[in-house]
Every structure is written in structure tokens, then in C-alpha cells.
């Protein structure tokens, strides 16, 4: 009894053909009839593409082509959306102070939001240099900056705002993410702030990392009442070209940054771009 022989990843294929032949008419004991069915299963199996499967346990990874990718697909995000007004409507309008008599004055333009944070509804105000939350000030400039983090933030107007109400043990926080212009829209550096707790005293601006990064990068767990974050440094060729790139987690720990010691490595499939990549290893 023979069968055309499958290809290498139709291990069902395989299957399938242990069910064609019929072993009706041979001449075996009733208890017999089968063993020819299971040999040619346990066959068919020992064929299968294992090397699917183990793919697809590392779907998370393996799938993701960009940290941005990575980054969206982790279940513990704190920001998921950009800020809304109470009516459910992106607020984005751009706002230009006004001198004593009527004349408009440019030097200082600002974004007003007003998200629903923690049961009352507050005033965002985004500016250059500083975000206001009803009357409170927070210069970028005071903020809790990580090692490294000193381009200057670009015009309101680019400005993303990502609102996230208290939950369990965590605040509320507020993360503004400073895009630059349309012409640069694939920058991969992005100054990033988040303020954690903006309704309180106790209210406090950190500067994150911006490299390949952003609001949705921001996690914490149901227990965790700090949030954590990644940051990303380029791996760089002899040449000079960059090849790939290293995350390593970060907390924000008592106002202090912490190193959590995981990291994933990612390998760039064309060098000096960071858009598509190939993770090196499973995320921590």
C-alpha cells in the first residue's frame, strides 16, 4: 500500500491519508483493523512542523516588526488613547493669548484639553515649555529627567496628551508625547513626560526616555502603584551603522529610576532603520 509522499509542512495532508485507505477488506482481526490507522498517525505526526508551533509561542514577539508594535501589544499599558473631552471628542484647539487690547501675541501658544480625570473634569494646557493642569504649573525644565533626555520639546500644536484615571493602587497620570512637525514625522526621538498623580500635592513630572518610544510604552501592573518604562539605546556596527537595538526596563521607584533588569534585543533588518526589525529574544 503505498501514498504520494506530502510536502514538508502538510503534516495534516498526512493525516488526511491515513484515513484514505480502507482496511474494510482485509483479512485481520476486528481489534487489528486499526493498528495500520495508528501507525500511520503516529507517523504522520513525528512529520508535523514543530517549528510552527514553537513560532507561535513566541506570537507576542516573533510578529512584533517595530518596538511601537512590541510596545502596543503589552497588556498592562497605562495609556491607551489619546486625551478625550467629556463628550467623547479629541480636544486639539490651538489657543493664542491675547495682549490687554484684543491684539493677538504668538510668542506663547498653547493646546487646551479637557480630559475626565477621577470623577471632574480638568484643564490641560500645553505649551512649549510646560503643561498646566487647572492653575498648576509644571516647567519640562523642573521635571525628573532620565539620564541622557535633553532635546528640546517641539510646538503644542504636534502635542499628543494620553489620560489614565487612578486604578487600584496606581494615580492618575498624564503623558504628553511632543511630536515634531509634518516634516519630520518619522523622528525617532520624541521628548516624553508623564506626570503622575496631577490632581494632587504630592503631583510629580518625570522626563522618559524618547528613543523608539512613547505614551503606550508606559505599564503597570494591577498591584503596582508606580508605572515602569523602557529605554532604548542603538546597537551600532564597526562601521558606525546602526544595526539594531537593546530595551531594558526602567521603574520610577520613590522618584528615583530604577533598573528592573529585563531586556529584549532587536535586530534591524536594513541598518540605520528602526521601522522593521527582528527581536533577538522573548520580552521579560
Known amino acids: 500500500m503505498e501514498f504520494a509522499p506530502a510536502p514538508r509542512q502538510a503534516g495534516t495532508s498526512r493525516l488526511r491519508a491515513c484515513a484514505m485507505p480502507s482496511l474494510v477488506n482485509l483479512k485481520l482481526p476486528f481489534r487489528l483493523h486499526r493498528l495500520p490507522a495508528i501507525l500511520c498517525f503516529v507517523v504522520a505526526l513525528s512529520s508535523f512542523p514543530f ?13 512584533a516588526g517595530s518596538f ?3 510596545h502596543a501589544r503589552q497588556p498592562d499599558r497605562v495609556f491607551t488613547a489619546p486625551a478625550y473631552s467629556q ?21 506663547d501658544p498653547q493646546v487646551r484639553y ?13 505649551a512649549h515649555d ?17 539620564e541622557g533626555e535633553t532635546s528640546e520639546p517641539h510646538h503644542p500644536m504636534y502635542a499628543d496628551l ?17 511630536h515634531p512637525g509634518d516634516t519630520d514625522a518619522g523622528a525617532t526621538d520624541l521628548p516624553l513626560f508623564l506626570l503622575v498623580d496631577p490632581l494632587s500635592a504630592q503631583a510629580r513630572l518625570y522626563r522618559l526616555p524618547g528613543r523608539l518610544s512613547s505614551c503606550a510604552a508606559v505599564v ?15 546597537l551600532h556596527a564597526p562601521d ?37 526589525l527582528v527581536f533577538d529574544a522573548p520580552a521579560d
Not at 517549528?51 to 509561542?57: C, W
Not at 494620553?162 to 511632543?178: F, K, T
Not at 503597570?220 to 542603538?234: H, N, V
Open 162 to 178: 494620553h489620560v489614565a484615571p487612578g486604578h487600584h493602587h496606581r494615580p492618575a497620570m498624564l503623558c504628553i508625547e511632543s
Open 220 to 234: 503597570a501592573g494591577s498591584t503596582e502603584s508606580q508605572p515602569r518604562f523602557p529605554a532604548i539605546r542603538l
Open 51 to 63: 517549528e510552527v508551533a514553537l513560532a507561535r509561542a513566541g506570537h507576542d514577539i516573533h510578529d
Open 130 to 146: 510646560r503643561v498646566t493642569v487647572d492653575a498648576r504649573v509644571f516647567r519640562y525644565a523642573d521635571a525628573s529627567t532620565f
Open 240 to 276: 558606525g551603522r546602526a544595526i539594531g537595538a537593546r530595551q531594558e526596563g526602567w521603574r520610577i521607584d520613590g522618584g528615583r529610576f530604577v533598573a528592573t533588569g529585563s531586556s529584549i534585543s532587536a535586530t534591524f533588518t536594513t541598518p540605520d532603520d528602526p521601522s522593521r
Open 114 to 126: 479637557q480630559p475626565h480625570v477621577d470623577g471632574r473634569d480638568v484643564d490641560v494646557w500645553l
Open 68 to 70: 511601537a508594535e512590541l
Open 87 to 107: 463628550r467623547g471628542q479629541t480636544v486639539r484647539h490651538l489657543y493664542v493669548s491675547e495682549e490687554e487690547f484684543g491684539e493677538p501675541q504668538f510668542q
